[in-house]
């Protein structure tokens, strides 16, 4: 199975905001809303950060929103922090198998 | 609070064998799919297997189809990963995370297979 496309890099300068896109195909992204982005800072654990599309877990800022529009998932960060400075992964659940993850975007904060 | 730590990872010579485990605690176990997630150094996630709660059913990745095989033991809030015919492109972090969403994560074990 093929890996969602997401953008090598994005960057932006504090308070900007930014968006990453995920494409994938009508067998995955656009074929369910089981869409999450994870947030991974260097040799720490991937942090779950947006699921079902746009739903954030309890304790995620609100500067974090997701969305979809056909077989294209896409992670908005406003009000861009140094903080958010990380490695970012979308995932998608599958027809062929229940998950596959995106190649993930390096986001750097000017 | 809801717990992940995996063991059994290592140095291993490609064709060899190992068996990853994953203890969890904080949750009712039973009741959650199990997924392994890996990690190449310097490389992006990539899905491994998944469990599901009663352990009836297992779903694999192309590249470790016919390779790995993913069990729970629900009594002991256990999952592992028992993998064979190890090649060079198998080494990396090893997570195991809690489904379906995936919300917690275990702090991984490194897999090394290497001549």
């Known amino acids: 199975q093929s890996a969602l496309t997401q953008p090598a890099s994005v960057s932006g300068s504090p308070g900007q905001s930014i968006t990453i896109s995920c494409t994938g195909t009508?067998?995955?992204?656009?074929?369910?809303?089981?869409v999450s982005w994870f947030q991974q800072h260097p040799g720490k654990v991937p942090k779950l950060i947006i699921y079902?599309?746009?739903k954030r877990p309890s304790g995620v800022s609100n500067r974090f929103s997701g969305s979809k529009s056909g077989n294209t998932a896409s992670l908005t960060i406003s009000g861009l922090q140094a903080e958010d400075e990380a490695d970012y992964y979308c995932?998608?659940?599958?027809?062929?198998?229940?998950?596959?993850f995106g190649g993930g975007t390096k986001l750097t904060v000017l | 609070e809801v717990q992940l730590l995996e063991s059994g990872g290592g140095l291993v010579q490609p064709g060899g064998s190992l068996r990853l485990s994953c203890s969890a605690s904080?949750?009712?176990?039973?009741?959650?799919?199990m997924t392994w997630v890996r990690q190449a150094p310097g490389k992006g996630l990539e899905w491994v297997s998944t469990?599901?709660?009663?352990?009836?059913?297992?779903y694999y990745a192309d590249s470790v189809k016919g390779r790995f095989t993913i069990s729970r033991d629900n009594s002991k809030n256990t999952v592992f990963l028992q993998m064979s015919s190890l090649r060079v492109e198998d080494t990396a972090v090893y997570h195991c995370?809690?489904?379906?969403?995936?919300?917690?994560w275990g702090q991984g074990t490194l897999v090394t297979v290497s001549s």
């Open positions: 079902d599309v746009t």
């Open positions: 469990i599901s709660g009663g352990g009836g059913s297992t």
């Open positions: 904080g949750f009712t176990f039973s009741n959650y799919a």
């Open positions: 995932s998608s659940y599958t027809s062929i198998n229940p998950w596959v």
């Open positions: 009508s067998s995955d992204v656009g074929g369910y809303n089981y």
């Open positions: 995370a809690k489904g379906p969403l995936y919300d917690y």
